[in-house]
């Protein structure tokens, strides 16, 4: 049934077209000849009626006229009509000058009658668009409102928009097109001077950030929204506390990051989060090389089901990977990215596997019967102060594990090895930082046996499991207090996305051996960060919500570093990704036969340690092998406690 309207619809255009096109080669005969038309000119008039009809009819399904949707009618379409247009009349014009050389023929009636060919054809267009859209607004298409001066939707939330740029145009758009969302938009703020008096589809501009509250009482504004997703933090800091003052609603557009990638859309308004106050412009990606390693391979995800995991497997996914194989030791984390990646459009082939990186027998089924051609090693071990009172944990999931993968990699020819690390490995002060900074030594060990092995460091990820956000707001919803650990304590922090990417980018980038950086910004105060989490809540620090210095957990250190002071960077072709000296022209085989023999000689011993569960031994033997850790005075927990 569909199918027969979509047909008589487009032989109902079809056919206002060939009126449109014949109407217009008779009006311009006519204001040529000022409605005075001879017999041999109607006889000219009828034949170029009888030759433009069907050949532009015959254009205009070349250029796809009859594949829209006219409803939503846009530039895009009037820009095809308009080519279509001038290439008949451009085809036409030059036919009859090389046959007849325009004998008795004017050349001003093909100019005239190609313009208004697109007027009407245009005007008929645009005439379906301005119908339906007054219909889905549930607004009664008559001559008061056609020729009204202000066209905005009159039902509604009372709403002040915040940014008069692509992204406020985008959503005013949104809102004519579907009244569903609600929203009557009275106004848009914006400290640009020159756009005050300007509108964006009949929304007025009305001044800038200083009239807020005059505005609100002048319109009776009943919510605000942001529609500035590529704001600095500083500015969104600055609105929202602007906003927080009027005792009004406020939402905010996604970031223009996820607009980008197609992940949300304009319409999907949500709260200002932290994120927004991290303020950083969106990661851009170098796609055809990320898809020229990846495209067509075998990619593993360990530790597929966690927070950097699951992103990692829905932005490998877009790259179409002949097969993504998913592994994770949590039932419920594997289970809810098993069931987002079967529905992926892609055509991709994804299978899910229940397990952990130690089972040895298992990681060899897996190469041996899917043999991936990519890894990507993101199952870890992170929570410093639970891998500090178990450290024989740390050891069994963060070494141990990622040297059994590293064997299989290197015995099966996996072609690249991307091992996902932290700033933690940075002189370490925890057994979770000295364990990833000797699984990076561990793959640069067995770097240049046919497969490329690569580390990328960065720091916190907002939102990830455990992340000091998600806990904040916990604290914050159950009416406080906010514990932090110091008040001088700062963090590098990215968000999930963002680390995602950048880990697929390094991945492109490497050549084997490297220890890639990915730059963190500035680092933030957790002090800040809580009264940031506080206001965005509706509360203020201190007074509704107080906030308690806890001091210091095991392991943890004030600040965090991303290279230490001896250690050199490197900038790459991506301008957010640097790598750590020595590169791979630095790092001979001799040096790296080296600090594998080490390796070899010293971990069994480690393994031995962490199987009996003896805390000072890891220690011990962690701090041989890495000598900037170091052991501070409250790691005291021992073998001997745990029983």
């Not at 060939?18 to 006519?30: E, G, K, N, Q």
């Not at 992204?167 to 758009?173: N, S, V, W």
């Not at 290197?410 to 940075?426: G, H, M, P, W, Y």
């Not at 250190?557 to 022209?585: A, F, Q, R, S, W």
């Amino acid at each position: 049934m569909k199918s027969t309207n979509f047909k008589f619809n487009r032989l109902l255009v079809s056919l206002v077209d060939a009126i449109s096109i014949a109407l217009a080669h008779l009006l311009a005969y006519a204001f040529r000849f000022e409605f005075i038309i001879s017999s041999k000119q109607i006889d000219n008039m009828l034949w170029g009626i009888l030759i433009l009809v069907p050949f532009k009819i015959m254009v205009f399904y070349w250029f796809g006229l009859y594949r829209g949707m006219w409803r939503f009618t846009g530039l895009n379409d009037l820009t095809r009509l308009l080519r279509a247009n001038a290439l008949s009349s451009l085809i036409v014009f030059n036919a009859l000058m090389l046959l007849y050389g325009f004998k008795n023929i004017s050349r001003s009636i093909f100019i005239m009658d190609g313009v208004l060919c697109f007027l009407f054809t245009t005007g008929f267009r645009l005439t379906i668009r301005i119908y339906f859209t007054h219909r889905n607004n549930g607004l009664k298409l008559n001559i008061k409102k056609l020729f009204s001066i202000n066209n905005n939707i009159q039902s509604g939330k009372k709403t002040l928009l915040i940014g008069a740029g692509f992204a406020g145009e985008a959503l005013i758009r949104e809102i004519f097109q579907n009244p569903f969302l609600n929203i009557m938009p009275i106004g848009f703020l914006d400290d640009d001077k020159l756009k005050k008096g300007l509108s964006l589809h009949g929304v007025p501009v009305l001044g800038d950030m200083t009239l807020m509250n005059d505005v609100i009482a002048n319109y009776d504004v009943e919510q605000i929204i942001l529609t500035i997703p590529s704001a600095s933090a500083d500015q969104i800091r600055q609105i929202v506390n602007i906003c927080k003052g009027t005792g009004l609603p406020y939402k905010t557009l996604p970031s223009i990051g996820k607009l980008i990638d197609g992940s949300v859309s304009i319409k999907e308004l949500r709260d200002v989060n932290y994120e927004d106050l991290l303020g950083r412009p969106p990661v851009e990606l170098n796609d055809f090389s990320i898809s020229r390693y990846i495209k067509g391979k075998t990619v593993f995800i360990t530790g597929g089901g966690g927070s950097i995991g699951s992103e990692l497997c829905r932005q490998v996914i877009k790259y179409n990977p002949s097969h993504l194989i998913v592994l994770d030791s949590s039932e419920v984390n594997l289970f809810n990215i098993d069931a987002e990646l079967r529905n992926n459009t892609y055509g991709v082939k994804v299978a899910s596997l229940l397990g952990r990186v130690q089972n040895k027998i298992f990681l060899e089924d897996i190469f041996q019967k899917y043999k991936p051609q990519i890894v990507f090693h993101a199952a870890a071990y992170k929570h410093v102060p639970l891998i500090e009172r178990f450290p024989w944990e740390g050891v069994h999931n963060n070494v141990i594990a990622s040297k059994l993968l590293m064997e299989c990699a290197v015995e099966n020819k996996v072609e690249r090895f991307v091992l996902v690390s932290t700033d933690k490995a940075v002189r370490p002060t925890n057994v979770m930082g000295a364990s990833k900074r000797l699984t990076e030594l561990l793959a640069r060990s067995m770097n240049g046996n046919g497969t490329k092995f690569m580390a990328v460091r960065f720091g916190n990820v907002v939102g990830s499991s455990g992340s000091v956000v998600p806990f904040f707001r916990k604290q914050i919803r159950d009416g406080g207090p906010v514990t932090v650990t110091h008040t001088e304590a700062t963090r590098y922090f990215m968000t999930i996305p963002e680390a995602s990417k950048l880990i697929l980018q390094a991945g492109a980038i490497g050549e084997g051996g490297e220890i890639f950086l990915l730059k963190m910004g500035t680092p933030v105060r957790i002090m800040q960060m809580a009264e940031d989490l506080i206001r965005l809540s509706g509360k203020e620090p201190y007074e509704e919500i107080d906030i308690v210095v806890i001091g210091l957990r095991e392991g943890e250190k004030i600040y965090e570093e991303l290279i230490t002071d001896d250690e050199g960077v490197i900038n790459t072709e991506h301008d957010k990704i640097m790598v750590l000296g020595p590169t791979t022209k630095g790092f001979t085989c001799r040096e790296r036969d080296s600090l594998r023999d080490m390796l070899d000689a010293a971990i069994p011993k480690l393994e031995r340690a962490a199987e009996s569960c003896e805390s000072e031994a890891i220690r011990l033997i962690l701090k041989k092998l890495i000598p900037e850790y170091v052991i501070r005075k409250d790691s005291k927990l021992t073998s001997q406690t745990i029983k």
